[in-house]
């Protein structure tokens, strides 16, 4: 069974960082390429960032250059480390399964996902 636990968002300055973490349980990890998604007050949630099984990284045109992803193989875990933040990098953030080009929609199941806060 799949569990997608996210952690670290919270509230900072523009110009700030943060690093998000998921915990990830099941066999997605592993398999398929990882991918951080986030959704603003009336968005629709959008991938920003995805990591492939073998560590290929593509994000978004809006993070390129601010955001990084990343995972750790020993801890089934994934990674958003945020920098240079904007206000409207404000959303909750979640992880699933996910690619840029289609190939892995993610999954029907969701973690509670974190809330990133960008404000002065």
């Known amino acids: 069974q799949v569990q997608l636990v996210e952690s670290g968002g919270g509230l900072v300055q523009p110009g700030g960082s943060l690093r998000l973490s998921c915990a990830v349980s099941?066999?997605?990890?592993?398999?398929?390429?990882m991918g951080w998604y986030r959704q603003a007050p009336g968005k629709q949630r959008e991938l920003v960032a995805s990591?492939?099984?073998?560590?290929?990284?593509h994000y978004a045109d809006s993070v390129k250059g601010r955001f990084t992803i990343d995972k750790n193989n020993g801890k089934n875990e994934v990674y958003l480390q945020m920098s240079s933040l904007k206000p409207e990098d404000t959303a909750v953030y979640y992880c699933?399964?996910?690619?840029?080009?289609?190939?892995?929609?993610?999954?029907?199941?969701w973690g509670q996902g974190t809330q990133v806060t960008v404000s002065s």
């Open positions: 099941g066999t997605i990890f592993s398999i398929y390429p």
């Open positions: 699933n399964r996910g690619s840029f080009d289609g190939s892995f929609a993610p999954l029907s199941y």
């Open positions: 990591i492939t099984s073998g560590g290929w990284k």
